[in-house]
């Protein structure tokens, strides 16, 4: 079964670090772009950061998560990581990967999508 499934969500508080990871199965997942994506209840859907695929490995970060998030790849585990540091109570929402076509502007999402993540970042 082709899939991308999320883990590694949870609660933090300020300050605070998560470890999102994305596992695919059926499928390479260093052949794609990967996008993390996030949603907030009453906000738009953002992109947070794509790593190109491993023939590229180009990174891209939103401005909002330079130098606070990690996007990486571990081929052994077929997965894409988001470090997430020093998180902030806007960084709550809904973390999803995705296949994704990626530019440094913009995260075209083009294939699957896990189901997602909570991330609630409160004191």
């Known amino acids: 079964q082709v899939q991308l499934v999320e883990s590694g969500g949870g609660s933090v508080q300020p300050g605070g670090s998560l470890r999102l990871s994305c596992a695919a199965s059926g499928f390479n997942l260093d052949n794609y772009d990967v996008a993390w994506i996030r949603q907030a209840p009453g906000k738009e859907r953002e992109g947070v950061s794509c790593i190109k695929s491993g023939g590229d490995g180009k990174i891209y970060y939103a401005d909002f998560v330079k130098g606070r998030f990690t996007i990486s790849r571990d081929n052994a585990k077929n997965t894409v990581n988001l470090q997430m540091n020093r998180l902030k109570p806007e960084d709550a929402a809904v973390y999803y990967c995705?296949?994704?076509?990626?530019?440094?502007?913009?995260?075209?999402?083009?294939?699957?999508r896990g189901q997602g993540t909570q991330v609630t970042v409160s004191s």
């Open positions: 995705a296949e994704a076509d990626c530019t440094e502007s913009a995260y075209s999402l083009i294939g699957i």
